[in-house]
């Protein structure tokens, strides 16, 4: 089973990046985590240039998100919202609305901030964002506030709490996915 991690950050050391490793960590052996690192390399949207075919770095995310199982967003907090370039990114990916690659794929939303809250409202606005792409949201959330504290050097996740909640939500998340709905079946 494929998870494609998408980090909100285009920081080279950004926490959310490291959120996604650590949840990568958390999977169990029949489920693998695919980092994007792509989001830097797509274009603005703009609707003339969303034809076919479309812009190579678009249509590379569209495979990635198509071909996932299930797609796990980590975001930082921008200005009390989503990063602009995730944004767009995820407006790409939206079109065509009703065949979109997000349609009825099982999402996840996690987030780190160096502030207290944890990214809470970038959060719960990108699950506003891809409710509206028709992606299945998965009612979970992980907020990592003073994201600077809670990762050692290596980018492991020190706090044990969080890498509990982590756990937790993802396994929300492959419970929501065909493979992992039948394993729980069984
Ligand atoms: C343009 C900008 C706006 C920010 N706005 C917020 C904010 O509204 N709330 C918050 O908690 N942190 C805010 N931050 C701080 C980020 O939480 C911090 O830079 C965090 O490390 C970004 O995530 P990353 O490590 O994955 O890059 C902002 C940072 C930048 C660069």
Same mark, same amino acid.
């Given at each position: 089973m494929k998870i494609l991690g998408i980090s909100g950050s285009l920081r080279?050391?950004?926490?959310?990046?490291?959120?996604?490793? &650590? %949840? @990568? *960590? $958390? !999977?169990?052996?029949? %489920? *693998? $985590? *695919? !980092?994007? #690192? @792509? $989001?830097?390399e797509i274009p603005p949207y703009d609707e003339d240039d969303d034809v076919e075919p479309a812009p190579?770095? +678009?249509a590379a995310l569209r495979d990635a998100v198509a071909e996932a199982d299930a797609v796990l967003f980590a975001t930082p907090e921008y200005n009390s919202s989503v990063p602009g370039q995730l944004k767009n990114a995820v407006d790409w990916v939206s079109r065509p609305l009703a065949t979109n690659a997000l349609r009825n794929k099982p999402v996840l939303v996690v987030g780190a901030s160096s502030g207290a809250f944890g990214a809470v409202w970038s959060q719960a606005e990108l699950r506003k964002i891809l409710g509206a792409t028709g992606a299945r949201v +998965? #009612? &979970? *959330? +992980? &907020? +990592?506030?003073h994201a600077p504290t809670r990762f050692d &050097? #290596? @980018?492991? !996740? $020190? #706090?044990e709490d969080m890498r509990d909640q982590l756990g937790e939500a993802v396994h929300a998340l492959l419970a929501e996915t065909? %493979?992992?709905? !039948?394993a729980l079946a069984v």
């Open positions: 080279r050391d950004s926490y959310n990046t490291k959120l996604l490793r &650590a %949840a @990568g *960590e $958390l !999977l169990p052996p029949h %489920a *693998e $985590l *695919e !980092l994007w #690192d @792509g $989001l830097k190579p770095s +678009v +998965v #009612d &979970a *959330e +992980v &907020a +990592v506030g &050097a #290596d @980018g492991t !996740l $020190l #706090d065909p %493979a992992g709905y !039948l």
